[in-house]
DNA sequence: GGAAATCATCGCTTTTCACGATGGAGTCGC
DNA sequence: GCGACTCCATCGTGAAAAGCGATGATTTCC
């Protein structure tokens, strides 16, 4: 009961517990040793240390073939050292599930931006590793935060302490009602005073505004909604054209349309580049390894977008 | 996930987690260190060490004064680790409050026999140790088996491996009607063909009842109880006379009585020995060890039973 | 760009671990 | 009884690891 006895009691290991673990199942030091592969000598040197450590003898050692017995002292010590290795052997089982890539993954989207590949990314993760949870967070804020996400999905720069990987470069193209605009290119001025449709101006999409503007070109924007599928109507109403990326065109979920028209822009706007950021410096779990590689696959996959054709 | 992998994880090791622990508080090796009383080289060591055992870093070293965080491995870890940690506290706490003497005891008593002595030790060592768990049992089989008890009242042998310690002496006197024999010692041959009321025989009655017919004394046993007040008021009521141990005559709970004369017997029969035993080459729990020498004291704190007066 | 803070690494000493061999204690069978 | 057997403790040895102090590499902050 002095101090050197209490610290001593933090000094139990796990080797300690599973030799006295072996030991009161077997009945033996010897055949404890060859259950666990060590020699007996070694065994009963932890059982020593153990005792030592606890500050008494744990086994009542008869001699001679009788079986070892657990003194009182021993019976608390393991009945609460099985426990003990029961939370060691959990706590080994939680990292190879991890290392298997079991697990928890938060992954951000802003906007409808990342709707065409996230779906394709969640999908064969989830294939891959039917245990996984996948947590998924838009945040509507004009400014996205990393926060605790695993990965984020964004087309445009992250302040902090981010990395990120570009997936792939989404061009802008025009869509126009069928016969607005003759078959081909279109220029660029073709669009000042025109009236249009278009995205808030969250994203990239003030980028691709600003350079528009850039080119002296300055569009009538008659309506503004995040909803894809609302824009698209309303060009096939005539209430005017739209720029918009490629992706939000003939992506998967959108539908060929004859009464649309799609056409390049000459000089076409910068093309909105669609990233991947994570936080700097950050080791990711294997889920998250794995959920970027699937990223960058899925976005490969998708129909090459017309670079400069 | 080699099977390399696998072996390591059971490496894990009580200090590596606290010092796991330490530093995620802490946010950093160094003053993690200072608390644990390490250099900080030697945790950094150990966090190498818990890194090769799971199989991956589990902090992110930014460099610099920024703290450093839990990888995503690393949360797994130290979530069943603080698990481990507190199982680890509980051992210790468990096995401090044993050694303070808290924890169970079972013990054995057989008939009336040690109900004068047994009340006064339970209540002793609830006094010392009031978080005991004192469990008592009396069975009334013919022969008493010390099974699992830490401590076992008898006044006879018990076969099997078994230790035991002689508490007292309790010579047997003969109570009588006040005014059936002349006061002193009574010759034993006055009992023969006397009736007399007698215990069942159990224990040592039936040693008592065979060391009288040895002398050639027949007694006529009227009735048997194994309820002392019976006994008494049977011998006071006139239907005999008995031969009872010294404790069931002046023992705590029996009150003077002047209906009834108490004599010697010449010769005496051997006295009734009251043992304590338990089982051979067991180690005794604090408590155990503390009642058997308060068993002792009572023993003795009891009137000395008239050795040959 | 320099100062400060932080963790990794190296060489070194001390302690611990694990082994094989030996010895002492107890049991069983003849 | 008396040897044969089984069991655990101990000793000596070599390898591994813990722990320390000093040094080095990297990053942040001013």
């Known amino acids: 009961m002095n101090v050197a006895t209490l610290e001593r009691v933090i000094d139990v290991e796990l080797r300690h517990l599973a030799a006295m ?7 033996s030091f010897g055949r404890a040793a ?3 592969g060590y020699t007996q000598s070694t065994v009963s040197q932890r059982i020593a240390a153990l005792e030592r450590a606890v500050g008494g003898p744990v086994f009542d ?40 890539g079991d697990g928890r993954i938060d992954i951000g989207t802003f906007q409808s931006v990342s709707n065409v590949i996230l779906p394709s990314v969640v999908r064969r993760l989830r294939d891959e590793h039917p245990g996984c949870d996948i947590r ?11 926060g605790d996400l695993d990965l984020l999905f964004y087309d445009g720069r992250i302040d902090g302490d981010v990395e990120h990987l570009k997936l792939l470069d989404d061009p802008y193209l025009l869509v126009a009602g069928a016969g607005t605009f003759p078959d081909g290119p279109v220029p660029l001025e073709r669009l000042d005073g ?24 300055r569009p009538q924007i008659v309506f503004r909604t995040a909803v894809n599928d609302a824009v698209l109507s309303m060009v096939r109403a005539g209430m005017g054209s739209a720029v918009l990326p490629w992706l939000a065109i003939h992506g998967p979920g959108v539908p060929a349309d ?10 076409s706007p910068p093309p909105r580049e669609i990233h991947l950021h994570w936080r700097a410096g950050r080791t990711h779990s294997p889920l998250a390894a794995r959920a970027i590689e699937i990223a960058v696959e899925v976005a490969a996959e998708l129909a090459p977008p017309p670079a400069g054709a």
Chains 1, 2 share one sequence.
């Open 258 to 267: 004859d009464r649309l028209s799609v056409h390049e822009l000459r000089p």
């Open 34 to 36: 060859a259950r666990l």
């Open 136 to 146: 998924l967070s838009e945040e509507e804020s004009e400014q996205p935060r990393i």
């Open 21 to 27: 673990a072996a030991i009161a199942e077997e009945g």
């Open 61 to 100: 050692r008869p001699g001679g073939p009788k079986p070892v017995r657990l003194t009182p002292l021993g019976s608390v010590v393991l009945g609460q050292g099985r426990e003990l290795l029961a939370k060691a052997e959990a706590l080994a089982d939680a990292v190879d599930r991890f290392k298997a």
């Open 194 to 217: 025109a009236p249009m449709v278009a995205w808030p101006l969250t994203c990239d999409q003030s980028s691709m505004e600003q350079a528009v503007a850039r080119s002296g070109v």
